[in-house]
T-cell receptor, first 113, second 114 residues
Framework: QKEVEQNSGPLSVPEGAIASLNCTYS??????FFWYRQYSGKSPELIMF????GDKEDGRFTAQLNKASQYVSLLIRDSQPSDSATYLC?????????????FGQGTTLQVKP | NAGVMQNPRHLVRRRGQEARLRCSPM?????VYWYRQLPEEGLKFMVY????????ESGMPKERFSAEFPKEGPSILRIQQVVRGDSAAYFC????????????FGQGTRLTVV
């Protein structure tokens, strides 16, 4: 079992729709959860981070965390073609400050005009 | 994030040569992480360093790879006697090290071994 799992996709949604990206993790001691966006050939760009159960909203993005189910998701409202990219879920283990991130393999999102 | 500077952006090496990748963290950041991304794969943690110390090298291959972060200057990821399987994008990230803080990534170095 991979430590962080994502469906590789591609996930295809029409412009203006809600895109839902999902991620599960295996380490119950994980404390911090991050969503990065990566365009082809570019570096990962932080979109959102979440530490507490529940929802966290930032503009068109909402991160959802359920530690009991070991599940974190990212919702993108009013999807735009410019949102087409690979979305990486990352988890920071435990409560230490080591800072090491464990990444999933990423989900490719395609937003069709 | 433009604040984390990596160079070179592209590096071509012949099999058996050495590759040196450099990373200067964001201003105020003293924690550096190196990740490797193989084609069509996610990022894999390699090593975590603070100034003059290796904190976690659990992701580093046992041979040919080394990393340092000297008191002065950038962090260096060194790959000796490169092989074709080393071809990948190598990303550096930095953070302040405080709990629950995010890491910011540099633009990466694309290493091609021919």
């Amino acid at each position: 079992q991979k430590e962080v799992e994502q469906n590789s996709g591609p996930l295809s949604v029409p412009e203006g729709a809600i895109a839902s990206l999902n991620c599960t993790y295996s380490d119950r001691g994980s404390q911090s959860f991050f969503w990065y966006r990566q365009y082809s050939g570019k570096s990962p760009e932080l979109i959102m981070f979440i530490y507490s159960n529940g929802d966290k909203e930032d503009g068109r993005f909402t991160a959802q965390l359920n530690k009991a189910s070991q599940y974190v998701s990212l919702l993108i409202r009013d999807s735009q073609p410019s949102d087409s990219a690979t979305y990486l879920c990352a988890v920071k283990r435990g409560s230490s400050n080591t800072g090491k991130l464990i990444f999933g393999q990423g989900t490719t999102l395609q937003v069709k005009p | 994030n433009a604040g984390v500077m990596q160079n070179p952006r592209h590096l071509v090496r012949r099999r058996g040569q050495e590759a040196r990748l450099r990373c200067s963290p964001m201003k105020g950041h003293s924690h550096v992480y190196w990740y490797r991304q193989l084609p069509e794969e996610g990022l894999k943690f390699m090593v975590y360093l603070q100034k003059e110390n290796i904190i976690d090298e659990s992701g580093m291959p046992k041979e040919r790879f080394s990393a340092e972060f000297p008191k002065e200057g950038p962090s260096i990821l060194r790959i000796q006697q490169v092989v074709r399987g080393d071809s990948a994008a190598y990303f550096c990230a930095s953070s302040s090290g405080a709990a629950n803080t995010e890491a910011f990534f540099g633009q990466g170095t694309r290493l091609t071994v021919v």
